[in-house]
């Protein structure tokens, strides 16, 4: 198996480039045996084919946002691409990223967190018997549950990865629409190693991730996301009947980066 892939802007934007010369194949816009060259590229962006070579090989220092946003629209990214973009060249500023955790800091230990769940929060998972209650820290790493997220994940555990277990026989089984759902994850989890991948705390989860041959499959696919749509349902398998479930999130008024998530399931049998 080789070593886990950290996204770069080169290899990002050499991506973007091959994807428009494939759409453009397919509008008729250019011809089927050519390819977007760089040449061609960096014409109609004005700049050099040279300079777009160094920048595709991350050869280059900080590439100005100007020219990155000529290149992204003359590729045709969307938002969350674009986003992404800004992300790996260093512009994260005027978009948000974790509450209480700056792009510089690192992530505070698991324990940390498992000591920050309050009598509160506690209290809650107790009293509630319907709802689906958890509390996550940052990349879904579950630090509590009440006992109906319990009976609907039996193996989750505090620390798990909720992608991880995505690729378990026992999400196959539990998970209806396993395709979509760990495909938006995936394509979240690149986001969150767009801003955070040079932390130790984003790589090692990334490493655990790269053990996976499914993800590494996903992980191929450079889609990339940072938000799930608010139409997107779980569809899961618990005992013998199946069920949607939309789980809302909230971000904790905590000093530290703590989701609180509440999940209710709707009978689709």
Known sequence: M???????LGQFLSFLRQREAERRHAEGTLPTNRKLSREKAAAQVHITASYLTK???????????????????????????????????????????????????????????????SPMMRTEMDETTDDLVSFY??????????QAYLDT?????????????????????IM??????????????????GRYGHTEWARRA??????????RRLWESKEVTYTRPVSSEAQLRVGNRTFAMIMENWQMQHDLPIVRSRGRLRPID
């Open 55 to 117: 920048v595709e090989r991350d050869e280059v220092g900080q590439v100005d946002v100007g020219i990155l946003r000529l290149l992204t629209t003359a590729y045709r990214a969307d938002e969350d691409e674009w986003r992404y973009v800004c992300d790996l060249a260093g512009y994260a500023s005027p978009y948000p990223g974790l509450v209480g955790l700056d792009t510089a800091m690192e992530m505070p230990p698991l324990q940390t967190f498992l000591d920050a769940v």
């Open 137 to 146: 820290a940052p990349q879904r790493q579950l630090l509590a549950a009440n």
């Open 2 to 8: 080789r070593e886990p892939e950290n996204p770069t």
């Open 206 to 215: 990334h490493r655990q991730l790269w053990q996976h041959p499914e993800f």
């Open 176 to 193: 209806i629409n396993w395709d979509d759902q760990v495909r938006q994850g995936v394509a979240v989890h690149r986001g969150t190693m």
């Open 153 to 173: 994940f039996p193996s989750h555990t505090p620390g798990m990865y909720m992608l991880e277990w995505s690729f378990t026989d026992e999400a196959r089984h």
